[in-house]
């Protein structure tokens, strides 16, 4: 037993390892349930008892020798460690991790979000399978109305209609059927149009809705809002414009301009060498929608915008292709980096 003992310490001293693998195979050869040392204690039951106490000792001391032999060769593949000091190099350098960086519309999202956040709206979402009735009849699209040919979109069975939705002020309607005003609260998601793919449109898109209902909310307040939102994001040198236009859940509805951020107001291919760049569409909620979601009409007003993330983000990094953003290409993607 004692030369076997000899033996094993002198073999195990001079073993050496390439690799984590190979050390994991010494292990196994020798520490392991049916490796050479643990077969040694097994043999330790038939040596007499008075040989116990130091076959006993010189058994531990072989496990111990070997299991250190192991640790060493894992932690510097075969390195000796000088007496009483660590194997533990904390200067090597580390493993080069590549470090990811969020979408450009994600960044985007959250900095809408940031933004309409520190002026005290919470945001919600609402479901991207929809009914006719949140999607369009609430926001008071009759059945023949021509604005819904403006915003065509994938039905996933007629009669009763359920779709994809074309924009999340189906989310603001299922909000205002819920709760009690004030609601100040903003809705971003993905909606789905019928579009042909091209480098300014897509089936798939993103937006930012708002919406505050409560007593005595008025254009001015849209107004005000509005030109906070487009001096944080764009800078505070920003010109807002609005412009009359028509949505069937909005009177009076407007679209606002910002200033160009690229040449500055002066004309640019960017805005057309108009000066100005359309961002979003917004106005004060029609009567008959506050009613349709039960909403006395009397007591409380509001008003409500609409915002595309992808129309955001193309102006603020200067992208000229929205497709860009869907196709996962790492070169591109690689370029946003932001901490929001
Ligand atoms: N829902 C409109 C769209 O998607 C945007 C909008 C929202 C306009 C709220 C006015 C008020 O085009």
Request: hydrophobic fraction near 35%; proline fraction near 4%; include cysteine.
């Amino acid at each position: 037993m004692r030369e076997r003992i000899d033996q094993l310490i002198a073999e195990i001293d001079s073993v050496k390892a390439v690799s984590l693998e190979e050390v994991e195979q010494l292990r196994l050869k020798y520490l392991s349930k049916k490796g050479l040392v643990s077969l040694l204690f097994e043999d330790f039951k038939s040596v007499p008892s008075e040989k116990k106490r130091e076959t006993g000792q010189l058994l531990n001391d072989l496990k111990n020798k070997a299991q250190q032999k192991l640790d060493e060769l894992k932690s510097g593949f075969g390195a000796k460690a000088e007496p009483g000091k660590s194997m533990l190099d904390l200067t090597r350098p580390v493993d080069q991790k590549v470090q990811g960086t969020r979408h450009p519309l994600s960044i985007v999202r959250n900095k809408i979000i940031g933004i309409f956040g520190r002026i005290g709206f919470t945001v919600a979402d609402g479901p991207e399978i929809e009914d006719d009735w949140h999607n369009f009849s609430a926001l008071n699209f009759t059945v023949d109305h021509p604005a819904r040919d403006m915003q065509d979109t994938f039905f996933i069975s007629e009669n009763p209609d359920v779709l994809l939705r074309t924009h999340t002020s189906s989310a603001q309607i299922r909000t205002m059927e819920t709760r009690k005003p004030p609601i100040r609260m903003i809705f971003p998601g993905r909606v789905f149009r019928n579009e042909a793919i091209s480098a300014r449109a897509h089936c798939i898109f993103h937006q930012v809705e708002g919406l505050y209902i409560d007593k005595q909310v008025s254009f001015a307040d849209l107004k005000q809002t509005l030109m906070f939102f487009a001096k944080e994001m764009f800078g505070e040198h920003t010109k807002i414009r609005l412009r009359p236009s028509f949505f069937p859940f909005t009177e009076p509805s407007g679209e606002m301009d910002v200033s160009c951020n690229i040449c500055g107001g002066a004309g640019c291919n960017i805005c057309k060498h108009t000066g100005w760049v359309e961002i979003l569409g917004c106005g004060m909620v029609d009567p008959n929608v506050l009613e349709n979601c039960g909403i006395d009409s009397k007591v409380y007003t509001g008003y409500a915008f609409g915002m595309g993330i992808e129309r955001i983000t193309m102006l603020k990094y200067q992208i000229k292709d929205l497709r860009l953003f869907y196709e996962n290409d790492v070169r591109f993607l690689r370029q946003f980096t932001g901490t929001f």
